[in-house]
């Protein structure tokens, strides 16, 4: 009896042995899973305001809903000395831009020798990241190469994201009303991107009526 009480409490603590080391060993691999923000944001920058006590005004979803291409091609002057838009024109002082949305975060320009702080960021291209990039860029990579000091208006990015979207398309964008809808487009995207199943069918033919637009464009250029 003492006998099988000691192997069955031998079993008891094994098992919760192996629980802990599987529960430390999941949360290093959560945690290593997030790549997309740095622990550290680099040094603060004057008149750069912390992630979260900016979101005063109307959210990127909401701009990026009521916002224009047209209006974003105006801000992209700014852009212009260093950037090409169109689709297989050469990189200059930066990237070429065509279909940046959507793409891992410096890296997508064949041949454009990035700094090594931009590609570190980790993950790709999605809209909140391209936000916070314009909004400064210094903030985003500390290290850049991209020596521009930032869009300050929210509106003046989101229009230029919605610019940068018609040329070479996107991810779906992000549904205005806050909450699940949100995520509910984010997953959407994400699944469209992976083209793959059948739950993707719907997101698929979101994602190919939006990217009708940019062929166009293609075409056009
Ligand atoms: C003074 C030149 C300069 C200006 C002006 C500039 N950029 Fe850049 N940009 C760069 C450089 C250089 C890089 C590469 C950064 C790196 O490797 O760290 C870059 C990178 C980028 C990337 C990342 C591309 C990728 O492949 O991941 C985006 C997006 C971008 N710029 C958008 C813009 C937009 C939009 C504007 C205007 C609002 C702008 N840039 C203005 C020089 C510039």
Redesign the pocket.
């Known amino acids: 009896m003492t006998d099988r009480f000691n192997t069955i409490a031998g079993w008891a603590l094994f098992a919760g042995i192996v629980a802990l080391g599987l529960s430390i060993l999941s949360g290093m691999f959560f945690h290593a899973d997030k790549p997309q923000r740095p622990e550290k944001m680099g040094f603060p920058i004057e008149g750069v305001v912390e992630e979260g006590a900016a979101d005063a005004g109307p959210s990127l979803a909401v701009l990026l809903a009521s916002g224009s291409a047209a209006a974003g091609e105006a ?2 002057a ?2 212009t ?3 090409t838009i169109d689709q297989g024109a050469a990189n200059g ?3 070429n ?1 065509w279909g ?1 949305l959507g ?7 064949a041949g ?1 020798a ?2 090594t ?2 590609p570190a960021v980790g993950g790709d ?1 999605t809209y909140e990241q ?1 936000d916070h ?2 909004k400064s ?1 210094r903030a985003f ?1 500390n ?6 000091a930032g ?1 300050s208006s929210p509106e003046d990015r989101a229009n ?1 994201i919605l610019f ?1 979207r018609d040329h070479g398309g996107g991810p779906a964008l992000p549904e205005a009303p806050a909450g699940d809808a949100v995520e509910a487009a984010d997953d959407a995207a994400a699944t469209a991107g992976e083209a793959a199943g059948d739950t993707a069918a719907d997101a698929g033919a979101v994602a190919s009526e939006e990217a009708a637009p940019a062929d166009q464009a293609a075409t056009a250029n």
């Open positions: 801000v992209f700014k852009c000395s260093c950037h002082i930066g990237p831009l940046v793409k891992p975060i410096g890296k997508h320009a454009f990035y700094s702080a931009l291209w391209m990039w314009l860029p990579a290290g850049t190469k991209m020596s521009f869009l230029v940068l």
